[in-house]
């Protein structure tokens, strides 16, 4: 079974800073990875799918890239709006990895 | 627009029986593999099982395998999740989740609903 690791766990950053979220996988899943961001209360939201392709109404500061079993998220310049919980997930067996916690410094 | 609603969470009894509903809307419901994905109170996404778009291929986590029953009726555009022999750790808010893509779909989740509450507890 492939594994997702997120890392770090928690990341405080201000507005304004460059955010880089990680997420690992136990073997490779060439590009098949997407990324989900959830606010408190809300249902979760795709961002990015097939590891670098923003989603519908996703803004630009959001890209991600990443193939094999190494990805990344970047938020290119936090606004408020973008402090919320950040999952990724692979298809292959549609397992999620554990989170990363975008907080304000 | 696309949306989905849950409905039939509540509080249940260790070991008793419990039926989520999905329903759909906006969308050709019968052309998209749906899924069902639950949080535990304070935790992270745990997928649940999927269906396909036709209703003839469904597949479990380990989990809920041999005790959850997904199943659709697309004549009614409605999802289900059957949930058998239930245990304090299935507590969680239920999400249905529309696949990405048509068909045979694409593996993510391109639409969510806003959750239904189960908590198993005596």
């Known amino acids: 079974e492939i594994v997702l690791t997120q890392s770090p766990a928690t990341l405080s950053l201000s507005p304004g800073e460059r955010a880089t979220l990680s997420c690992r996988a136990s073997?490779?899943?060439?590009?098949?990875l997407a990324w989900y961001q959830q606010k408190p209360g809300q249902a979760p939201r795709l961002l990015i799918y097939?590891?670098?392709n923003r989603a519908t109404g996703i803004p630009a500061r959001f890209s991600g890239s990443g193939s094999g079993t190494d990805f990344t998220l970047t938020i290119s310049s936090l606004e408020p709006e973008d402090f919320a919980l950040y999952y990724c997930?692979?298809?292959?067996?549609?397992?999620f990895g554990q989170g990363t916690r975008l907080e304000i410094k | 627009q696309v949306q989905l609603v849950e409905s039939g969470g509540g509080v249940v009894q260790p070991g008793r029986s419990l039926r989520l509903s999905c329903a759909a809307s906006?969308?050709?419901?019968?052309?998209?593999?749906i899924h069902w994905v639950r949080q535990a109170p304070g935790k992270g996404l745990e997928w649940v099982a999927v269906?396909?778009?036709?209703?003839?291929?469904?597949y479990y986590a380990d989990s809920v395998k041999g005790r959850f029953t997904i199943s659709r009726d697309n004549s009614k555009n409605k999802l289900y999740l059957q949930m058998h022999s239930l245990r304090a750790d299935d507590t969680a808010v239920y999400y249905c989740?529309?696949?990405?893509?048509?068909?045979?779909?694409?593996?993510?989740?391109?639409?969510w609903g806003q959750g239904t509450l189960v908590t198993v507890s005596s």
């Open positions: 906006g969308f050709t419901f019968s052309a998209y593999a």
């Open positions: 997930q692979q298809r292959s067996n549609w397992l």
């Open positions: 073997q490779s899943i060439n590009n098949y």
């Open positions: 269906i396909s778009y036709d209703g003839n291929n469904q």
């Open positions: 097939d590891a670098s």
């Open positions: 989740a529309r696949d990405f893509d048509v068909y045979d779909g694409s593996g993510y989740f391109g639409k």
